[in-house]
């Protein structure tokens, strides 16, 4: 998270036509290149299995930033084509070491750091590594980048982890987490940190309950049957929202260093609560959506997708109700919600505060008295606080209104646009700091926590509750709030 001077590397990207290069990487690498922060040395390579020479590549890349660039970031010709010249391409089989000799020759040469980013399954990580190794493309200056999934279970996880770690140090290894490289989810550690207003509050005293909702409308649709492998829980819950509850939760790290910042972030993970199968039914609802209604149009449900397997019991939907045994979390519940198909792409954290210990105001506007703070990772990235003020006008003696104190990001700070994750985590692995990464112990405990859920859901064998597509979730997930005496933010 520094600006540090701009050091020029080699980019290789492994999986280079794959889909998370096509919308994601090089549309990222690009923007940073016409923001002035790639090195004019920097060389981008792409390798895959398809055999293309560097110009055909070049075309295939500028087709695809016709849909994942704007119009107006692509009218710049002359960066486009500084761009278009730091790209190059080798086809070759990513798991057969012969193809890895020219690229081998072409980054001894060059002398600069690689950075080689592995965009591809996690089945053939180990096979890259040894190519890697084998043809002598890496040395110890040498960083890698693992895209998710990290495993499906713990077992799987420490399989990747160890095939990796034969030929890479940790210090040396970048997993990324796309959420960690969200502007807003950077701006919880500027908050929490640099605010002695929200520092002092940020314990079991103070909060009530958290919650945080990722909700998506997009469906399984297109990546069915790998999405079907994995479900909400393994995509979303065991990577994205866990590390999102461990930026609120975790204590003040004692610098802004990489392991300071995790060393904090896997505590929080230690002292998660395992949910076994005895607290399913009162801690974790799993659903699945059926054909509905997103804003006007009718879409299928999830077993009637296509390429859907009709007996899938794939959960598309989870809400948790997590507890941390710590002292700063003892008795303050969070609760997580995410999932696919629902009425809108909406992903909120909310820290709901505990009210006052004495109220004086008309009973029936108790709930007016609490404040939220409200952290909006997208569409419309800000941080609001909801505030309780009298509302005006001389008929309207004490009563009281609640507002926001709202901070909205591009307007405040007149940007026209809010950098995408990718381009956040590129310039970091770039720039070598590991803070935005997930270290592998967290990577390991975020699993252990989330297989003991999925250990209770097989034990139980129930299929996942059913929902309708443009609704938030099964009944039960409002039951597992409500319970409490609470409620999800947008019923409140
Ligand atoms: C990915 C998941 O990690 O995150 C997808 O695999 C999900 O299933 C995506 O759609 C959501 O990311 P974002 O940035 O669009 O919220």
Redesign the pocket.
Known sequence: MTMTTLQACNLVLFGALGDLSRRKLLPALYQLDRAGLLHADTEIIGMARDSLDDQSFRQVMLENFQRFVSKDDLADQQALERFCARVHYIGTDLTKVEGYLPLAERLQQSGRTSVCYLATPPGIFGAICECLQGSGAINSDTRIVLE??LGKDLASSKVINDQVARFFQESQIYRID??LG?ETVQNLIALRFANNLFGSQWNQNHIDHVQIT?A?E?GAEGRWSY?DK?GQMR??VQ??LLQLLCLIAMDPPSELSADSIRDEKLKVLRALKPITADRLSQQVVRGQYVAGNIQGKAVPGYLEEDGANPHSTTETFVAIKAEIANWRWAGVPFYLRTG?RMPT?W?EIIIHFKQQPHYIFAPEQRNLASNKLIIR??PDEGISLQVATKDQGLDKGMRLRSGPLSLNFSEAFHQDRIPD?YERLLLEVLQGNQALFVRRDEVEYAWKWVDTIIKGWDELNEPPKKYQAGTWGPVSSIALISRDGRAWHEDA
């Open positions: 998710k999934p796309h959420y969200k990722v998506e997009v999405y994995s995509d979303m990577n994205h696919k792409k992903s990772l997208q994750a």
